[in-house]
Nanobody, 132 residues
Framework: VQLQASGGGLVQAGESLRLSCVASGFSLEHYSIGWFRQAPGNEREWVSCIRSGGDEPYYIDSVKGRFAISKDTATNSMYLQMNSLKVDDTAVYYC??????????????????????????WGKGTLVTVSS
């Protein structure tokens, strides 16, 4: 049972990347999903999530309008499309999943990011480096 993230790399500011995260051993269909990131010297922070019921996604303010989260139950995968990347987006990105709809909400995102609260699965990170 695991989440496997991929798609990171080195890009220039303004370019795009698409992160993927494949689930194995369980189905993402009834899970809330999210992406988090940790920049060098910083705590892990929440980036985006979608509730298990497929409601509108949430995003941290700094990525609104540039990032898009999605889930594909046919491939049991989740994605993070990242456009107009900035140097400040440089970080290791992690995917995560939880069997609770309440898990996806900005009000508890910090608690989840720093304590794994309510989270069943974390993927190993994929490094995104954005150069100026």
């Amino acid at each position: 049972v695991q989440l496997q993230a991929s798609g990171g790399g080195l890009v220039q500011a303004g370019e795009s990347l698409r992160l993927s995260c494949v689930a194995s051993g369980f189905s993402l269909e009834h899970y809330s999903i999210g992406w988090f990131r940790q920049a060098p010297g910083n705590e892990r922070e929440w980036v985006s999530c979608i509730r298990s019921g497929g409601d509108e996604p949430y995003y941290i303010d700094s990525v609104k309008g540039r990032f898009a989260i999605s889930k594909d139950t046919a491939t049991n995968s989740m994605y993070l499309q990242m456009n107009s990347l900035k140097v400040d987006d440089t970080a290791v990105y992690y995917c995560a999943a939880a069997p609770h709809s309440w898990w996806c909400h900005p009000l508890i995102a910090t608690r989840i990011a720093t304590t794994d609260y309510g989270t069943d699965y974390w993927g190993k990170g994929t490094l995104v480096t954005v150069s100026s």
